[in-house]
């Protein structure tokens, strides 16, 4: 009996310090991407606000959306960048309309964080797949939006008119105090490291901008000299890199390598600790509720249910980077399925904006209306979003499972992720952004690309439904040379340079062997704990 109850509270003080550890890395990996969006804004900060200063482009909305999502990837934050826009827009910078399409932008741009997290979970093939396929859902459903959204407001205006309409009872004397719970908490630790001057970044935007009432060639100059590391004046600064006496690329440098490896270390530990506590009965007791229907007849609401939840976790910590970031392990461990992401990911959207709609409440001057209507033309930009793809149970299928296709693809071949990152976060808002030199040209390219995916899709849909109904030569796509039809002839390349990142045959399972996705039903690879 004395061996049984010296047993039991030794279980009980593991448990307990396995908890610690889980709340201390959950801490230290919340820090760490402050210090990775505080290293980006050192590294990217003025090249963001240079951008926002080419305000001519700006009127084009597809330049408009690139550039929302460059400069939410560079500066890592879509609240900062969505403040830019927010100032700017109050300034008189830039014209309401331009705003909006800026802003669903930096709904993209903010996607890459929890993107770079699934990363994480690169080394274990299955849960690699569940990971990226959770984080990239995220992805899928806000480029699907913009999609639908984008040409509506560039032809309609409806979340202008909207916005417009329920901004008018609004008085200029309302105002709303700025929640501040998650900083309170990170702060003590982060300010110690770095503080940034986050209002480099609009001075550039504001006073370079020619052509305004603001373009100030000496203050222009000025901001473009100036530190984005918060300057104490006559005060002795008491953050670590003030007293080192380094230049912003080099801080910026060291930061991002010193808040990829605390991202890394965090998540290796969170990711451990977790898969010990979730064993046995734990794990079956938790994955069963997280991921079953409430009981009959209440089963579709449960999607909603989690909805609301999302918003809130968001809302409390003022960050849908951090709580889709913190979730996304979760996702990779086989604790929440893909299916349950998706409606936490979409209360995530809704509650990031909330904070942006309580933070222009809390603004001033003479532009405050238009600034709240940014805001909420945001805020709506989400919910019409969710109305579109998630009431109904096929349209759920088409984020998700295009979410699927790319953790399937990641798992087989784990620089894809890499390549991904880049081409989707990078390389594309840059390219469009280049050919906004030449409008006939850049509608070329973007007329081509979505007629390709089109064209791709309706094929695809015909293959697998009904093939006899294809000439022959499109039943299948083996009349393409390889390199258009099969990642494989890349693979070969890549793994030669990307060693770490060779492809694993051993058990590799093709994607037509897996279930195709089905609303909110579980028991796919991506839904229980054992992969597909």
Not at 353 to 372: E, F, M, P
């Amino acid at each position: 009996a004395v061996v049984s109850t010296q047993s039991t509270g030794l279980k009980v003080v593991w448990l307990i310090l396995k908890l610690i550890i889980v709340l201390a890395s959950l801490y230290f990996f919340i820090c760490s991407l402050s210090f990775l969006s505080s290293a980006f804004q050192l590294l990217g900060g003025k090249s963001a606000g240079e951008v926002f200063a080419r305000s001519k482009i700006l009127n084009n909305p597809i330049i408009g959306l690139m550039i929302g999502v460059l400069v939410t990837v560079l500066v890592q934050s879509s609240s900062t960048s969505t403040s830019i826009i927010v100032a700017m827009v109050s300034a008189g910078i830039v014209h309401l309309r331009p705003a909006i399409s800026m802003v669903m932008g930096a709904n993209i741009g903010t996607t890459v964080t929890n993107t770079i997290v699934s990363l994480g979970q690169s080394m274990d093939r299955k849960m690699f797949r569940r990971a990226f396929a959770g984080a990239t859902v995220h992805d899928c459903f806000n480029w699907l939006c913009v999609l639908i959204f984008l040409p509506l407001e560039a032809a309609f205006h409806p979340l202008e008119r909207i916005s417009s309409a329920l901004t008018n009872g609004i008085s200029d004397d309302d105002k709303v105090s700025k929640l501040d719970f998650l900083k309170v908490i990170t702060k003590p630790l982060t300010k110690t490291i770095i503080s940034i001057e986050k209002s480099t970044i609009k001075d550039i935007a504001k006073y370079c901008t020619q052509n305004t009432k603001y373009y100030d060639d000496s203050k222009c100059g000025a901001a473009r000299n100036a530190s984005m590391m918060k300057i104490c004046g006559d005060e002795r600064c008491e953050y670590l890199f003030a007293r080192a006496g380094l230049n912003d690329t080099t801080t910026g440098v060291i930061l991002l390598i010193l808040s990829l490896l605390l991202l890394c270390v965090c998540l290796t530990v969170l990711v451990k600790t977790l898969q010990s506590l979730l064993l046995g009965r734990m794990a079956q007791t938790l994955k069963k509720h997280i991921n079953t229907d409430l009981p009959h007849p209440f089963g579709w609401l449960t999607g909603y249910l989690f909805i609301i939840v999302g918003t809130g976790m968001t809302i409390l910590v003022q960050s849908s980077s951090v709580f889709t970031s913190a979730i996304t392990p979760l996702v990779g461990l086989g604790v929440i399925s893909i299916d349950r992401m998706f409606p936490l990911t979409l209360g995530s959207n809704i509650g990031t904006t909330g904070t942006a709609v309580l933070a222009s409440l809390a603004a001033t001057g003479d532009k405050r209306s238009v600034t709240i209507q940014v805001a909420i033309s945001h805020l709506l930009f989400n919910i019409f979003g969710i109305l579109v793809f998630y009431p109904v149970p096929f349209m759920r299928t088409i984020p998700i499972g295009a979410a699927k296709i790319l953790g399937n693809t990641t798992a087989d071949y784990r620089w894809f992720a890499v390549f991904y990152l880049i081409l989707v976060f990078l390389m594309m808002p840059l390219l469009f952004i280049a050919l906004s030199f030449n409008l006939v040209l850049l509608y070329v390219v973007i007329g081509v690309l979505l007629a390709a995916i089109f064209f791709i899709t309706i094929i695809n849909i015909l293959q697998s439904k009904v093939p006899d109904k294809l000439p022959e030569v499109l039943r299948t796509w083996e009349f393409l040379p390889l390199p258009c039809r099969s990642l494989e002839p890349y693979d070969s390349v890549f793994s030669k340079l990307m060693i770490c990142c060779r492809k694993k045959n051993d058990d590799s399972i093709p994607l037509s062997a897996l279930p195709a996705p089905n609303g909110c039903a579980i028991g796919n690879g991506y839904s229980n704990g054992h992969g597909p």
